[in-house]
């Protein structure tokens, strides 16, 4: 791993931690901005070009999505659809191997973690995500991504049990009332 792949993953890393902690949307979004933008170079530097596009599109999705997000309002599904279809054919696109579809998993959790009015629904998707990136980074051997992906995995965890544990509390409650 060189020096610039391993300021990235730092850098990448403390990003993802502040992105996770947001208690509104459209802050979650620009820190997903930057943090793809990172991500996208640092797959390309380790060759992994279909996690690259994967994290290009994420960048143009959270671009088109952020000024839903401002003004509170409901994002197209139907444009949500499009990127999810987006991911997959750029994970086809770029396929060598079977793991390479687990991008197209994981974006699509992506994809759905950027579109929620609730950041604690955001961080159940994100933590989905996390995990799926995580298994891509061994099985493609994509060790200078690794890092960063462990970090949104505990840090979606943590952020989850920190910031949402009334939330899903109540929501599992109220489920069980219904009952």
């Known amino acids: 791993m ?20 947001g208690k509104k949307m459209t802050f979650i ?4 901005l930057i943090l793809n933008a990172l991500v ?31 003004r509170q309002k409901s994002f197209p599904v139907a444009v949500t659809v499009c990127f999810m279809v987006g991911y997959v054919a750029l994970s086809l696109l770029a396929y060598t191997a079977l793991y ?13 973690s950027v579109v929620q009015k609730r950041p604690a629904v955001s ?28 970090t949104i995995f ?3 965890v943590i952020s989850i049990i920190r910031l949402d544990r009334g939330y899903w509390c109540e929501k599992f409650q109220r489920k069980t009332e219904e009952k």
């Not at 060189?2 to 902690?21: C, F, R």
């Not at 390309?44 to 997000?69: F, G, T």
């Not at 990136?133 to 099985?139: G, H, S, T």
């Open 154 to 156: 505990v840090a979606a």
């Open 123 to 150: 961080r159940v998707f994100s933590l989905l995500n996390g995990t799926l990136w995580l298994v891509f980074d061994l099985l493609a051997s994509a060790y200078t991504s690794l890092p960063v992906h462990i």
């Open 29 to 32: 979004l620009i820190f997903q």
């Open 40 to 70: 996208v170079f640092q797959f390309y530097l380790s060759n992994n070009l279909s996690a690259s596009y994967i994290c290009a599109l994420a960048i143009v999705q959270v671009i088109v999505l952020y000024p839903y997000q401002k």
């Open 100 to 112: 390479d579809l687990l991008t197209s998993a994981a974006a699509c959790m992506f994809a759905l």
């Open 2 to 21: 060189g020096d610039l792949e391993i300021i990235i993953s730092v850098v990448t890393t403390l990003l993802a931690i502040v992105a996770l902690q």
